[in-house]
């Protein structure tokens, strides 16, 4: 209860001084970093925008701020991008992914297959984000049937534990983007669900948040025409995901 009050405290006083964003609290000790996945698509827009640069680095830096004011886990430095093919993702417990069903949705290497495979399978944690509808489903569903093809999507009930391993949350939340409502909902969908896939012991190894927006909870924290209480479940849902993947 203490957590969640700082949380509502934090954000609305936030809200009030939106000019100046607080710095991150960093740890050169740290556990924590936040590694965003940079992709290809299968299509091109022509002004040539990039899915995986949604709202960064807003977001990515307001949630590290949310982890280190209210958890103990201790952050370090500012987020960083990756490429899935990029060794270097061995050495962080977390990716996160967004936009995923766009453009065609994703286009991976076979580099990249077999590395998320690889890192998936050693005990990695992957948070895919802000994607909404059937088509965009079917998207990106085609693409990590490459991945795992023979691993099923599972959808998740809210009595599962990564809904109250830190916070106790009702299942999965409608996060609105700007100027938007939870009350509608986007591409002919008017409900969140969240749905992962498993590895052999039972763990989730890839959690969808799926017709939800977290990132922008996480980006608009301080913008005034952004609700505080769409913001607080960004910040209560990605605790939980970030607990779960730090203590499985």
Do not use: C, K
Request: glycine share 8%.
């Amino acid at each position: 209860m203490r957590s969640l009050l700082f949380l509502t405290t934090w954000l609305a006083l936030g809200a009030a001084a939106a000019a100046q964003s607080p710095p991150i609290d960093r740890d050169d000790a740290g556990e924590f970093n936040f590694v965003r996945v940079q992709f290809d698509t299968h299509y091109v827009s022509s002004a040539g925008f990039e899915n995986w640069t949604i709202d960064f680095p807003d977001a990515d830096e307001n949630f590290l701020r949310g982890v280190s004011r209210l958890t103990n886990i201790r952050v370090l430095d500012n987020p960083i991008v990756l490429r899935l093919d990029d060794e270097q993702i061995f050495d962080y417990p977390f990716l996160y992914m967004l936009e995923v069903g766009q453009n065609g949705g994703i286009a991976l290497s076979p580099a990249e297959l077999e590395n998320l495979r690889e890192y998936l399978l050693r005990g990695g944690f992957l948070l895919i984000d802000d994607f909404w509808g059937q088509l965009e489903w079917d998207n990106f569903q085609a693409a990590f049937n490459e991945v795992f093809p023979g691993r099923e999507i599972v959808e998740l009930t809210p009595d599962h534990e990564i809904f109250h391993i830190y916070y106790d949350i009702d299942g999965p939340q409608m996060i609105p983007a700007l100027y938007r409502t939870d009350e509608v909902g986007e591409r002919g969908i008017d409900h969140a669900s969240n749905h992962a896939i498993f590895d052999d012991a039972g763990r989730i190894m890839v959690l969808i948040n799926w017709n939800s927006d977290m990132g922008d909870g996480w980006e608009h924290t301080h913008h005034p025409a952004y609700p505080t209480r769409y913001a607080n479940s960004a910040y209560r849902l990605g605790i939980n995901y970030l607990m779960y993947s730090m203590t499985h």
